[in-house]
């Protein structure tokens, strides 16, 4: 049975994606863990949280150079991505024990992707209560707080 998340905040994203200044994974890529909740930094890319998740702990993956070709990407980055995601997997599990992920890279708004033009893996991790669990994570008042929270239980559980 495949159910599909309910995410209201994500309405709010995409409709200030195209107002941004500058770019959030680059900002994200040279500015502060806390701040830009960045959980993990590898050599050619690093990880961050999702400011507006479909489900708790929504990892993303991005290369730390300004890239939004996929074809684009080097050997190097490629590999580490997905090693990175694999290791989010890890971290999660510790933390949240997840009943399953969502893997995939979101190419061209229509697609999904609400950041164009520097390439990114989504890491979305599912409980077979999704919808149980899902109305905790709508209060978005809630919700720095909450995403402050794990992304310092998840850079903890990092595998090293
Ligand atoms: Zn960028």
Same mark, same amino acid.
């Given at each position: 049975?495949?159910r599909q998340?309910?995410a209201?905040?994500r309405? !709010?994203y995409i409709r200030?994606?195209? !107002?941004?200044e500058?770019c959030? &994974?680059?900002l994200a890529?040279?500015g502060e863990? *806390? !701040?830009?909740l960045?959980?993990?930094? $590898?050599e050619?890319?690093f990880v961050?949280?999702n400011?507006f998740?479909y489900?708790?702990?929504?990892?993303?993956?991005a290369?730390?150079?300004?890239a939004g070709? &996929?074809a684009g990407l080097?050997d190097? *980055?490629?590999?580490e991505a997905h090693?990175?995601?694999?290791?989010?997997?890890?971290a999660?599990?510790? +933390? &949240?024990? #997840? *009943? $399953?992920?969502?893997v995939?890279w979101?190419?061209?708004? /229509?697609?999904?992707?609400?950041? /164009?033009?520097? /390439?990114?893996?989504?890491? /979305? #991790?599912?409980w077979?209560?999704?919808?149980?669990?899902?109305?905790?994570?709508?209060d978005?008042k809630?919700?720095p707080e909450?995403?402050? *929270? +794990?992304?310092a239980?998840?850079?903890a559980?990092?595998?090293?």
């Amino acid at each position: 049975m495949t159910r599909q998340l309910w995410a209201p905040w994500r309405l !709010e994203y995409i409709r200030q994606a195209d !107002e941004l200044e500058g770019c959030v &994974f680059c900002l994200a890529a040279s500015g502060e863990d *806390e !701040e830009m909740l960045v959980v993990h930094r $590898g050599e050619t890319a690093f990880v961050l949280l999702n400011k507006f998740p479909y489900a708790s702990g929504h990892l993303m993956v991005a290369p730390h150079r300004h890239a939004g070709d &996929f074809a684009g990407l080097t050997d190097a *980055e490629a590999l580490e991505a997905h090693r990175l995601a694999a290791d989010g997997m890890t971290a999660l599990s510790a +933390t &949240f024990a #997840p *009943e $399953g992920y969502n893997v995939g890279w979101n190419l061209g708004r /229509v697609a999904g992707a609400g950041i /164009v033009d520097h /390439v990114h893996l989504h890491v /979305v #991790p599912r409980w077979s209560g999704d919808t149980n669990f899902m109305p905790v994570l709508a209060d978005v008042k809630v919700l720095p707080e909450h995403l402050a *929270e +794990t992304r310092a239980k998840l850079a903890a559980a990092w595998p090293t």
